[in-house]
């Protein structure tokens, strides 16, 4: 397949639409972002199938456009703070425990910020996604070695960042 061929590419479109959005949503952490940035990795595939190898996989290809897209967004926009939204009208948490879950998530997600992007995708992908270090590797063009080894060093970094937290008895 190469450019100018719609209908071919319409295919490629349908099969990989909902993996590469996961990926772009990991990326970027917002939805409206991700649906951009998946449209523009997707235009940047188009325009680039001629230099694709067909003798390769499409998917880990689109995964790479859609990686180093999103990493240049990230690199040029600043970072949005928000707070998830409370889904339902259960019972509301104490003005403590909802002072603690907010500490928690602004320490996780700023020692998520200390990790390499390689890392914190990695570390997405296997403890959030439930994805193997097998899937992981044919995602982001690595061995499953590889995959481990990162894991293994995000999470070291990881623990290392939080364990002042941990340690105070929280």
Same mark, same amino acid.
């Given at each position: 397949? @190469?450019?100018?061929?719609?209908?071919?590419?319409?295919?490629?479109?349908?099969? /990989?639409?909902? #993996?590469?959005?996961?990926?772009? /949503?990991?990326?970027?952490?917002? !939805?409206?972002?991700?649906?951009?940035?998946?449209? $523009?990795?997707?235009? +940047?595939?188009?325009? /680039?199938?001629?230099?694709?190898?067909?003798? *390769?996989?499409?998917? #880990?290809?689109? %995964? @790479?456009?859609?990686? %180093? *897209?999103? +990493? %240049?967004?990230? @690199?040029?926009?600043? !970072?949005?703070?928000?707070?998830?939204?409370? $889904?339902?009208?259960?019972?509301?948490?104490?003005?403590?425990?909802?002072?603690?879950?907010?500490?928690? !998530?602004?320490?996780?997600? *700023?020692?998520?910020?200390?990790?390499?992007?390689?890392?914190?995708?990695?570390?997405?992908?296997?403890?959030?996604?439930?994805?193997?270090?097998?899937?992981?590797?044919?995602?982001?063009?690595?061995?499953?070695?590889?995959? @481990?080894?990162?894991?293994?060093?995000?999470? *070291?970094?990881?623990?290392?960042?939080?364990?002042? /937290?941990?340690?105070?008895?929280?």
């Amino acid at each position: 397949m @190469r450019a100018g061929d719609t209908a071919a590419f319409d295919g490629l479109v349908a099969a /990989y639409m909902r #993996p590469a959005f996961q990926m772009a /949503y990991r990326v970027v952490g917002h !939805r409206e972002d991700a649906e951009d940035l998946l449209q $523009e990795s997707f235009l +940047a595939a188009y325009q /680039y199938l001629d230099s694709f190898d067909v003798e *390769r996989p499409f998917g #880990p290809w689109l %995964n @790479r456009i859609v990686l %180093n *897209r999103g +990493a %240049n967004l990230r @690199r040029s926009r600043t !970072r949005r703070q928000t707070e998830p939204e409370t $889904e339902g009208v259960s019972a509301a948490p104490s003005a403590l425990e909802e002072s603690t879950r907010s500490e928690a !998530r602004e320490l996780l997600n *700023r020692a998520l910020a200390t990790l390499s992007e390689r890392q914190r995708m990695i570390v997405t992908l296997f403890d959030v996604d439930g994805l193997s270090s097998t899937e992981i590797g044919e995602r982001l063009e690595l061995a499953p070695g590889t995959v @481990r080894w990162h894991l293994h060093e995000a999470r *070291r970094l990881l623990r290392g960042a939080l364990s002042s /937290y941990f340690e105070e008895g929280r």
